[in-house]
């Protein structure tokens, strides 16, 4: 029979992506590690990884088992704070995933906070503008930006938001402010890679230069590079400065863009996951 140390350590192993690293971040050895994942696979039958000589990745069924053991865990460290003498305080580590310019705009001006009511908790930014898996991944929640797909993952609104287009004065005084949608035809644009459809068909901008990163796309507009397309949010400050002003109010046709945070379905009773949704959406109340 497999022990709770032994799912522990299934866990790191997949966290840290590897039996070394799973080994040092948990103070034992190796060989120690490989034993429990060996003895963990031998209860199971069935393999978790694939490994290699410099990593292991996890098989389908070494991701499905994954996905149920951290809620497990989850469980129980939440059990143990109940009954425990924790003062009340969460322990052990987070990991989410958000857009750079949430990151850097909401949730680390305010971390402050969340360091002084939960300071038993770590955590993990992955700050990225793409799409991330957060089961493949392993990220405990997610902040998304747009309309939610149907899905497995449990979700809830942390603000109301809106795309709009937007530009530099400097851009505008240099190249006219267009004043009907079929002028924009004749702009250029600056375009995060996978946002270079803006529904507006035949009318929409040229596009002459693409970036990675929202924040950098956001410097560019500011830069009088082109025309850009933001969530408002975003560059709330940039318009309220006057180094970004909002081109054609409303004509983009999908412009609602919510912001909202997302888990898998096993951490519904987390409350890791619990502490870190509130705290965020308190980030953003006083734009709600």
Same mark, same amino acid.
């Given at each position: 029979?497999? *022990? ?5 350590? =299934?866990?790191?192993i %997949? ?7 799973? %080994? &040092?971040?948990q ?6 590690? *490989?034993?429990?994942? $060996?003895?963990?696979?031998?209860f ?11 990593s ?10 994954l996905?149920? #053991? ?14 425990? @003498? ?9 990991? #989410? ?6 990151? *850097? ?10 360091q002084?009511?939960?300071?038993n908790?770590? !955590?993990?930014?992955? %700050? ?10 392993? &990220? ?7 309309a939610?797909p ?8 942390? /603000? ?10 400097? !851009? ?10 079929? /002028?924009?035809?004749a702009?250029?644009?600056v ?7 803006? @529904? ?12 990675? $990163? ?36 409303? #004509?983009?046709?999908?412009?609602? /863009?919510?912001?909202?945070?997302i ?10 996951v619990? /502490? =870190? ?12």
């Open positions: 029979m497999y *022990s709770i140390q032994d799912l522990q350590t =299934f866990c790191q %997949a966290e840290r992506g590897g039996v070394t690293a799973a %080994a &040092q971040a103070g034992l050895s190796p060989a120690t590690v *490989s034993h429990r994942l $060996n003895k963990l696979e031998g199971l039958g069935v393999t978790l990884f694939h490994r290699s000589s410099r292991v990745a996890l098989t389908v069924e070494g991701g499905a088992f996905e149920r #053991v951290r809620g497990i865990l989850a469980d129980l460290a939440d059990a143990e704070m109940d009954i425990g @003498g924790h003062g009340g305080k969460l322990r052990g580590h987070l990991r #989410v995933t958000m857009a750079p310019w949430i990151l *850097s705009r909401f949730i680390l001006p305010n971390f402050h906070r969340l002084t009511a939960e300071p908790l770590t !955590y993990d930014f992955l %700050a990225v503008d793409r799409f991330v898996n957060i089961v493949e991944e392993r &990220q405990d929640c997610a902040i998304r930006v747009g939610l149907d899905s497995s993952f449990l979700s809830a609104k942390l /603000a109301d938001n809106r795309r709009i287009l937007c530009a530099a004065p400097a !851009y505008l005084d240099r190249v006219g402010l267009p004043e009907m949608p079929d /002028a924009l035809a702009h250029c644009c375009c995060l890679p996978w946002q270079t459809d803006w @529904g507006l068909g035949d009318r929409m901008p040229r596009i002459q230069l693409t970036v990675s $990163n929202s924040d950098t796309l956001t410097d560019a507009a500011a830069q009088g590079l082109g025309i850009v397309m933001k969530s408002e949010l975003a560059v709330r400050a940039e318009l309220k400065s006057g180094r970004l002003v909002e081109i054609l109010p409303g #004509v983009l046709p999908k412009a609602a /863009a919510p912001i909202s945070s888990r898998p379905a096993a951490l519904k009773t987390s409350r890791k619990d /502490a =870190f949704v509130r705290f965020a959406r308190g980030c953003f109340e006083d734009v709600s």
